[in-house]
């Protein structure tokens, strides 16, 4: 448990620290490269999809941002001014600036992986069906579920979903076949993790 905080923490730190690396000109370009590469592999009306989505989340939050950043004060209302200048101003500071960067190539990241997702929801569903029935066919003929194994599956799954997330802001160029292999590597985990299913006691 001790150790599972300590990931955590390290994990955050990383995370908050990682604008302090980048560029945002060089995320532009990661962006724009990755795109290229999308529409290569998935084809164009794929990669129009993506950056749509992506674009979409972006205006949303940008819109909700905006908003909150720029609520007129209450009339005569002092405090309440002075603190929408300092949130002004901590927003348009150079951290926040590159944290934006990095929030965008995040998006279009997690919209890629969206897309791979719709691609292997077939994958996935066959992964359990395929799991649930092995379990079945071991329960009726006795074969042992082995535990070792059903914990394999679960942990393996969340280190998946770990790596997903590093790999939204990972700052060098993320081939989309790794974020294909993600859903794989999900489907293997579930499967394995279905097929040698224990209830928690």
């Known amino acids: 448990m001790n150790l599972a905080a300590t990931a955590l923490v390290v994990v955050i730190a990383a995370l ?5 690396t980048i560029s945002p000109v060089s995320i532009a370009e990661l962006i724009r490269t990755e795109h290229e590469l999308n529409a290569a592999l998935l084809g164009e009306t794929s990669g129009r999809v993506t950056l749509a989505r992506a674009t979409s989340w972006l205006g949303e939050l940008g819109e909700a941002g905006r908003g909150v950043a720029r609520a007129d004060p209450p009339p005569g209302d002092a405090l309440s001014a002075r603190l929408a200048l300092i949130s002004e101003g901590i927003v348009d500071t150079p951290y926040f ?19 791979w997702l719709l691609f292997g929801a077939p994958l996935l569903a066959a992964a359990i ?73």
């Open 97 to 115: 600036v590159r944290l934006r960067a990095l929030g965008r190539l995040a998006a279009y990241r997690a919209a890629t992986l969206l897309e």
């Open 129 to 201: 069906f395929d799991g649930a029935v092995m379990r079945a066919v071991k329960a009726r003929t006795l074969v042992h579920l082995s535990p070792v194994l059903f914990g394999f599956g679960v942990h393996g799954s969340i280190a998946v979903c770990a790596a997903g997330l590093l790999l939204l802001v990972t700052p060098t160029i993320v081939h989309p076949l790794a974020l294909g292999g993600l859903v794989v590597l999900l489907a293997t985990t579930w499967r394995l993790a279905a097929s040698n299913f224990h209830r928690l006691r």
């Open 16 to 20: 908050l620290a990682l604008p302090m």
